[in-house]
């Protein structure tokens, strides 16, 4: 037998208990985190740098990841919708007629946006440097975009285009009949392909590369990778008919260009190298040597 299509009917709730259902896109947001964090301590046990700046990092990362990506679909994607005053409280309320049904509409570009704000108040506070941070920090991010995406998949949402490729996927619960392309895979993979390559580099260069180097080469990779795969995307709102390039496309030139710009930057040396390069770390309150001291 010929593989034509693949027919997708997977019910995004992965179990219920009463009215409260967790989801399969919860779960992978979720192991997104407990991936990344566990890739970065390793990093950081691996580089002598005390994981307790990793902690402080991870609740700065999850608030703006979750803060950032859901403000930026209500903004940059369905505003005529959002910012009404009949509908303004559903940016930040999960539930519909009692029932839990999280937050329809993440956009990564939101969360891109306010991860790089948040960074610098993190770095205002524990002195810290900070493209040392976001040299590994995107590694993980593009790991988490792996998750990320499998849960789109199984929402049945983020979909592509009509194709008669062998392993386009029939999204039955949306009521498809024709094979699509499954979009929420194709970046998936090569998140997951950019993590992998970002590792390989990390431990064959033993973390001694040019500062900003792979964050600039990320930036470029990740979001030229995310301009090419929109092209073969349906439109994710109704304004998008008929644009040349879709509002993901859009949103996501200026952050190849400033990869790139980054990466020259980087050759110029204009960056610190390490994570301490004036020697000035911050001290913690539960340190324990102090305790001791006293």
């Known amino acids: 037998m010929i593989l034509n299509a693949i027919h997708w ?5 992965m179990f219920s208990i009463g009215s409260f259902g967790v989801r399969w896109y919860s779960v992978c947001f979720l192991c997104a985190f407990l991936a990344a964090y566990t890739v970065l301590a390793w990093m950081y046990k691996r580089e002598h740098v005390d994981v307790r700046y990793l902690d402080q990092l991870t609740i700065y990362f999850f608030l703006a990841t979750l803060i950032g990506a859901r403000l930026g679909h209500c903004f940059f994607y369905e505003p005529d919708y959002f910012l009404t005053s009949e509908h303004w409280t559903e940016i930040v309320w999960p539930f519909s007629n009692g029932k839990f049904t999280g937050f329809q509409g993440l956009a990564s570009h939101g969360a891109a946006i306010a991860i ?7 770095w205002r506070r524990f002195k810290i440097n900070i493209w040392w941070i976001l040299d590994r920090l995107v590694m993980v991010v593009a790991l988490g975009g792996f998750f990320i995406r499998l849960g789109n998949l199984f929402n049945s949402e983020i979909y592509g285009v009509e194709t008669s490729l062998p392993w386009g996927f029939v999204f039955e ?3 498809e009949t024709v094979p699509k392309h499954p979009t929420q895979l194709y970046e998936s ?13 990390y431990v064959a260069t033993k973390a001694q590369f040019k500062t900003c180097s792979v964050f600039g080469w990320w930036l470029a990779g990740l979001f030229g990778v995310r301009f090419l795969i ?6 994710q709102v109704d304004f998008e008919a008929g644009m040349a390039l879709n509002m993901g496309q859009i949103l996501s030139i200026p952050f190849v260009l400033g990869g790139l710009i980054f990466v020259w930057l980087s050759h110029k040396k ?11 770390q911050y001290t913690f309150k539960d340190d324990k040597s102090d305790r001791k001291k006293k």
């Open 116 to 122: 790089l704000v948040t960074m610098y108040f993190y």
């Open 173 to 175: 619960r949306n009521h």
């Open 230 to 235: 929109e092209f073969i995307k349906n439109d």
């Open 270 to 280: 204009v960056f610190p190298q390490g994570p301490f390069p004036h020697g000035e």
């Open 189 to 201: 993979l090569s998140y997951l392909a950019i993590f992998l390559f970002c590792l390989w580099r």
């Open 9 to 13: 009917n997977v019910d995004p709730v």
